[in-house]
Nanobody
Framework: QVQLVESGGGSVQTGGSLRLSCVAS????????MAWFRQAPGKEREAVAH???????AYAVSVLGRFTISKDKVRNTLTLEMFRLKPEDTAIYYC????????????????????WGQGTQVTVSS
């Protein structure tokens, strides 16, 4: 099993930047795909970005060009750098990990097989 702890959320104004981190512990010796999801009040959870076990990355259209996902295998840390933030980026951001080499951003397997962190709040004010 894998335990995930997110940090780095906060409140910023439109156009600001934040860096989210997710530290993994436990059985980190295996190959995992990892992703960031978010859930805004009254909305369903949506995928933001993933980095698969083979290193491939993908982003939701709404964040493409503004967010960057990366993974430090030595420190077992997943990072999401967010730039030019908008009020619609306001949400609780969750880190997820799934034991897989290949992955898909919209796959239901994240919910079925994934490990999840507790979430970190991001608030963007206009």
């Amino acid at each position: 099993q894998v335990q995930l702890v997110e940090s780095g959320g906060g409140s910023v104004q439109t156009g600001g930047s934040l860096r989210l981190s997710c530290v993994a512990s436990g059985d980190t010796s295996r190959t995992y795909s990892m992703a960031w999801f978010r859930q805004a009040p009254g909305k369903e959870r949506e995928a933001v970005a993933h980095i698969c076990g083979d290193g491939n990355t993908a982003y939701a259209v709404s964040v493409l060009g503004r967010f960057t996902i990366s993974k430090d295998k030595v420190r077992n840390t997943l990072t999401l750098e967010m730039f030019r933030l908008k009020p619609e980026d306001t949400a609780i951001y969750y880190c997820a990990a799934r034991r897989a080499t290949y992955c898909s951003l919209g796959s239901s397997l994240w919910a079925k097989e994934g490990y999840w962190g507790q979430g970190t709040q991001v608030t963007v004010s206009s």
